[in-house]
């Protein structure tokens, strides 16, 4: 939907250019990259001796406004969208996200909690235990109000 906006809009969709990119990578680039990730998944589960939960949030702004384009100048996805959850893609641990209240503007914010490789139990017993604990129901009311069609 939101590259059919994008489109009609007169903005390029630079899926096809993204992907391309992908073509210039070379061996050498991919085992740089590779032994990187390698290495962060040793840090993190050294740290997870010590510790059992990663208590982080989801992104480092809230929301942007519906109207934006994901990965876009005004919300690029390494800076605002996934910084935050990105790493733990790459190092396949467990994690789950959830709301965890609202800007005064009325857009929502997340936490994420993650865990050592193999903990998905643990992280999603936790996650319970929080939801339960807060109160949090969805949507929110003052979130819900302009959905209602009268």
Not at 14 to 25: D, N, W
Not at 34 to 41: G, Q, V, W
Not at 60 to 89: H, Q
């Amino acid at each position: 939907m939101q590259l059919r906006r994008a489109h009609e809009r007169g903005q390029p969709i630079a899926f096809r250019a993204t992907a391309e990119k992908g073509l210039a990578i070379t061996l050498a680039d991919y085992a740089k990259s590779y032994e990187a990730r390698s290495k962060l998944a040793r840090d993190m589960a050294l740290w997870h001796r010590k510790y059992d939960l990663l208590l982080a949030p989801v992104t480092p702004t809230a929301a942007p406004p519906v109207e934006t384009l994901y990965n876009s100048d005004a919300f690029p996805r390494w800076t605002k969208g996934a910084p935050y959850t990105l790493p733990f893609n790459l190092t396949g641990q467990p994690a789950a996200s959830m709301p965890a209240g609202l800007t005064k503007e009325g857009l929502p914010v997340g936490i994420q909690l993650v865990g050592p490789a193999r903990a998905d139990a643990l992280v999603l017993r936790v996650m319970r235990a929080y939801e339960s604990a807060a109160g949090w129901t969805w949507p929110q009311a003052r979130l819900a109000e302009p959905l209602v069609i009268p």
